[in-house]
């Protein structure tokens, strides 16, 4: 090692040595100095920098900002009803959770004409969380904040425009298809509060936000940056719509999860963003602190494109890896924010995960699924999702799986029927699955944990 | 200096080659995969050229009965990927946990999304054909590849405009850092087709007979295997080179417009270089972002004008394999092999052994990377 790296690293080990999270694996393969890291009993580690939520936003069909939101979760509300964004008569089904309102009259009609649905509503649910985070992001160093979302869907309600009229010989704008790259969002979200650090869009369909919000974890703990917005948005398209009914997937009435009559899932759209912050900086300009990000797990099923692994053993390697991740045990999880997509593999699958993940332990929590309530907002909901389980650790209340009727012997466990309820949660998991078996599982814990 | 991963393995299917060290080779002889667009492709547009994979096929990587079931950016990523396992000398059977992948793209899907929603809007959402939608996901590829090379780890695909490759690469870097995986599969993926060529001629990004500034598309599959120390003195394999350096900056901006913003631009660079613990003087080889829109390369000539007293030697993978979302994973591919190889782009008999990769996009999006020799990294 060359003597600059030496005595670079001698410096770093006389630093003020931080205390490193308990059962965190860290990389002892590091051989040289990186600002990112320490020294501890001879051995490199990563220094402490643990993550806290310090801001919500949401927009969804039952609810345009968190309370309203999280005040429909709790009664059960369902935000399922027919399709108006779109002709659907021509399919085989009529329903979806579109949201009625966007909270944007904060952006000029100009800048709306420039945007699509998605982008107004990411940038809606972003306004919200910056706003109750205390943030003045003005007064921040910019390039120390940065956006990681989970992008789908984007502009493809206009782009699908553009593309029938262009199919069908009529004038086409070509200003429709400006939006339709799913990292737009992300970069409006970047330019609409003058960020200037680390920008990333994670595609990986129905878990594209759940691996966002564990990149943005990474990328404060790893030093990349302070603060990151992240979560996502994701509306309803002709393109998701039509697929999902063309693989016999959408239950034509609101959908059922985990019961034993589930047709399938009912397609949702919604914009779920939640500041991540480094917490010793969060504590220090004392920002609200809703709960603490302690990690996640990705991984591969390496199994099918569109069948999830039967026996559930891919979704607990994912549980098993988030926790480790996390330095927990099974019986630490309080709560499943389950991905519970009402269709028939899925629920059950997903049940033999939690079973084989968690042990006796998932026989003894509430596991609930919010998408009876708001549909599956593919990209979006792992975000969406996310923001629900955070307030569920403020709260110590449980949101209910609604629809909920008849028990199936293939899903047996506490799915919170119908109805909210009073829960001490102390650690929660939220997991997501996707098209390609992508995997991912995040957990967040009690701020004061 | 940083440490960010040894690269033991390439892979490339490119319009410059369908082998990394083909692509490598005709890259630095000078080669440009650049044609004129044919008849058909050209329908309607006022681009001019494109680069195309030529004659891709497919096998023998890959039976004919298989490939069937992959689209054109899932057979370049898969046969890109195995390309890079096989170099390594990996066995991913003996810990598939520990390998994952990450591959920027901007067009994966592209394919199987408009056949699909050709056929709902012409025909009818009931004639839509159900095996074309998974595959209109933009993981597409990179799932693919975990299936086919049972990856067990963690698997992302990133589109953050044209250098989502080297986010891609960032993403690795801290998914092995933070322990989550040993090694991982990092690269991009893009495919041609012809509605989004329409959808960018529109909009004017590309470059034509009406357009004297703006990008040529290309497309191509990269891959490089990205490894922790340990586990490559565990192997006892040959590093080819080690990333040792990486920055991102932004710079708000419309999303699908570029923004030469040389403040964001000197903040990559440099930040790579400090990263990499190195000064300009010691940089071999530019890779540079250039990539045919006018008022981004100036920024960038200026930029490394400033940077550097002396303007090392440059070498444009644009302008050999056009510009996409994946080109930052043939820069990555052509920068590993210029340091670990003697048919890279410097004097007969020397190899560079510091390569800068710079990578800017639309949006706002800059990155840079250095790569150096496993010589000069030690």
């Given at each position: 090692m060359p003597e600059g790296r030496k005595a670079i690293n001698a410096k770093q080990q006389t630093e003020d040595l931080p205390v490193c999270?308990?059962?965190?694996?860290?990389?002892?393969?590091?051989?040289?100095?990186?600002?990112?890291?320490?020294?501890?009993?001879g051995r490199q580690m990563i220094k402490q920098r643990r993550v806290v939520v310090t801001?919500?936003?949401?927009?969804?069909?039952?609810?345009?900002?968190?309370?309203?939101?999280?005040?429909?979760?709790l009664a059960g509300r369902c935000g399922i009803g027919p399709v108006s964004l779109f002709d659907a008569s021509p399919y085989r089904t009529q329903t979806a959770a579109e949201v009625r309102d966007i909270p944007d009259a904060f952006l000029t009609p100009a800048q709306k004409r420039r945007m699509s649905r998605a982008d107004r509503m990411g940038l809606a649910a972003a306004a919200e969380a910056v706003e109750q985070s205390g943030l003045d992001l003005s007064r921040e160093n910019p390039s120390r904040i940065g956006v990681v979302l989970g992008g789908g869907t984007s502009g493809l309600l206009d782009s699908e425009d553009f593309f029938f009229r262009y199919l069908h010989g009529q004038a086409a704008r070509p200003s429709r298809v400006l939006n339709h790259m799913p990292d737009a969002i992300t970069d409006r979200v970047a330019q609409h509060f003058g960020v200037e650090g680390i920008k990333s869009t994670i595609t990986t369909a129905c878990s594209s936000s759940a691996n966002a919000m564990g990149y943005a974890h990474d990328a404060i703990a790893a030093g990349w940056a302070d603060v990151v917005l992240t979560g996502g948005s994701d509306v309803l398209a002709r393109l998701t719509y039509g697929g999902f009914n063309s693989l016999r997937s959408v239950d034509p009435g609101?959908?059922?999860?985990?019961?034993?009559?589930?047709?399938?899932?009912?397609?949702?759209?919604?914009?779920?963003?939640?500041?991540?912050?480094?917490?010793?900086?969060?504590?220090?300009?004392?920002?609200?602190?809703?709960?603490?990000?302690?990690?996640?797990?990705?991984?591969?099923?390496?199994?099918?494109?569109?069948?999830?692994?039967?026996?559930?053993?891919?979704?607990?390697?994912?549980?098993?890896?988030?926790?480790?991740?996390?330095?927990?045990?099974?019986?630490?999880?309080?709560?499943?924010?389950?991905?519970?997509?009402?269709t028939p593999q899925n629920d059950s699958a997903e049940t033999a995960a939690i079973k084989t993940a968690l042990g006796s332990r998932a026989r003894e929590i509430p596991v609930s699924s919010i998408k009876s309530m708001i549909g599956h907002c593919l990209c979006a909901s792992g975000a969406i999702e996310g923001v629900a389980t955070v307030l569920t650790l403020r709260d110590q209340l449980v949101p209910p799986t609604i629809h909920y009727e008849n028990a199936d012997p293939a899903c047996d466990l506490d799915y919170v029927p119908n109805a909210s309820r009073e829960a001490e949660i102390d650690v929660a998991i939220s997991n997501s699955f996707a098209f390609g078996g992508n995997s991912s599982v995040v957990v967040f814990a009690n701020a004061n944990r | 200096?940083?440490?960010?991963?040894?690269?033991?393995?390439?892979?490339?299917?490119?319009?410059?080659?369908?082998?990394?060290?083909?692509?490598?080779?005709?890259?630095?002889?000078?080669?440009?995969?650049?044609?004129?667009?044919?008849?058909?492709?050209?329908?309607?547009?006022?681009?001019?050229?494109?680069?195309?994979?030529?004659?891709?096929?497919?096998?023998?990587?890959?039976?004919?009965?298989?490939?069937?079931?992959?689209?054109?950016?899932?057979?370049?990523?898969?046969?890109?990927?195995?390309?890079?396992?096989?170099?390594?000398?990996?066995?991913?059977?003996?810990?598939?946990?520990?390998?994952?992948?990450?591959?920027g793209t901007g067009s994966a899907g592209a394919g199987a999304l408009t056949e699909f929603l050709r056929v709902l809007l012409v025909e009818s959402p009931e004639a839509a054909p159900p095996f074309h939608f998974p595959n209109t996901v933009a993981n597409a590829p990179a799932s693919q590849v975990s299936i086919e090379l049972k990856l067990l780890g963690p698997n992302v695909t990133i589109?953050?405009?044209?250098?989502?490759?080297?986010?891609?690469?960032?993403?690795?870097?801290?998914?092995?850092?933070?322990?989550?995986?040993?090694?991982?599969?990092?690269?991009?993926?893009?495919?041609?087709?012809?509605?989004?060529?329409?959808?960018?001629?529109?909009?004017?990004?590309?470059?034509?007979?009406?357009?004297?500034?703006?990008?040529?598309?290309?497309?191509?599959?990269?891959?490089?295997?990205l490894e922790t120390r340990e586990n490559v003195e565990r192997r006892g394999a040959r590093p080819l080179a080690v990333v040792s350096g990486l920055a991102m900056a932004g710079a708000p901006s419309e999303p699908y417009r570029f923004n030469p913003d040389r403040r964001a631009i000197e903040r990559a660079v440099r930040g790579a270089l400090e990263d990499a613990a190195?000064?300009?003087?010691?940089?071999?080889?530019?890779?540079?972002?250039?990539?045919?829109?006018?008022?981004?390369?100036?920024?960038?000539?200026?930029?490394?004008a400033d940077v550097f007293a002396g303007p090392p030697r440059s070498v444009s993978v644009k302008d050999a394999i056009g510009e996409m979302a994946a080109s930052g994973g043939g820069q990555i591919v052509a920068a590993c092999r210029a340091v670990a190889f003697r048919d890279g782009p410097l004097a007969s008999g020397s190899r560079p052994r510091r390569v800068l990769i710079d990578s800017f996009g639309a949006g706002g999006n800059f990155l840079a990377a250095v790569v150096e020799s496993a010589e000069a990294a030690a």
């Open positions: 999270r308990p059962g965190l694996r860290f990389p002892f393969h590091l051989p040289f100095y990186d600002s990112r890291f320490t020294w501890q009993n801001g919500l936003g949401a927009v969804t069909s039952i609810g345009s900002n968190v309370p309203e939101f999280w005040a429909g979760l609101p959908c059922r999860p985990f019961d034993r009559e589930r047709k399938g899932l009912s397609i949702g759209e919604a914009a779920g963003i939640l500041v991540f912050e480094e917490r010793e900086r969060a504590r220090r300009r004392g920002a609200p602190i809703f709960a603490e990000f302690l990690g996640y797990g990705v991984t591969s099923d390496a199994f099918h494109m569109t069948a999830p692994d039967p026996s559930g053993s891919a979704g607990g390697r994912t549980i098993q890896a988030a926790l480790a991740c996390s330095g927990l045990d099974a019986a630490d999880v309080d709560y499943v924010n389950a991905h519970g997509t009402a | 200096m940083a440490f960010h991963g040894f690269v033991t393995g390439t892979g490339a299917v490119s319009p410059l080659g369908r082998t990394a060290p083909e692509f490598a080779r005709r890259l630095f002889a000078g080669e440009t995969a650049i044609r004129p667009l044919t008849r058909e492709e050209r329908d309607g547009l006022q681009a001019t050229h494109v680069a195309r994979c030529d004659g891709f096929t497919p096998q023998p990587e890959i039976p004919p009965m298989k490939a069937r079931r992959f689209d054109r950016g899932s057979q370049f990523a898969i046969i890109a990927c195995a390309q890079a396992i096989a170099e390594a000398g990996y066995d991913v059977e003996q810990a598939p946990q520990q390998i994952g992948i990450a591959l589109t953050q405009k044209d250098p989502s490759a080297l986010n891609a690469l960032l993403y690795s870097s801290i998914a092995l850092s933070s322990g989550r995986a040993r090694a991982m599969l990092a690269g991009g993926v893009d495919e041609w087709n012809p509605y989004y060529a329409l959808g960018f001629d529109r909009v004017g990004a590309l470059r034509g007979q009406n357009r004297a500034t703006g990008i040529v598309q290309g497309e191509g599959g990269f891959a490089v295997l190195l000064s300009p003087g010691q940089i071999d080889l530019v890779l540079p972002s250039r990539n045919g829109v006018a008022e981004m390369d100036c920024a960038e000539e200026d930029v490394l």
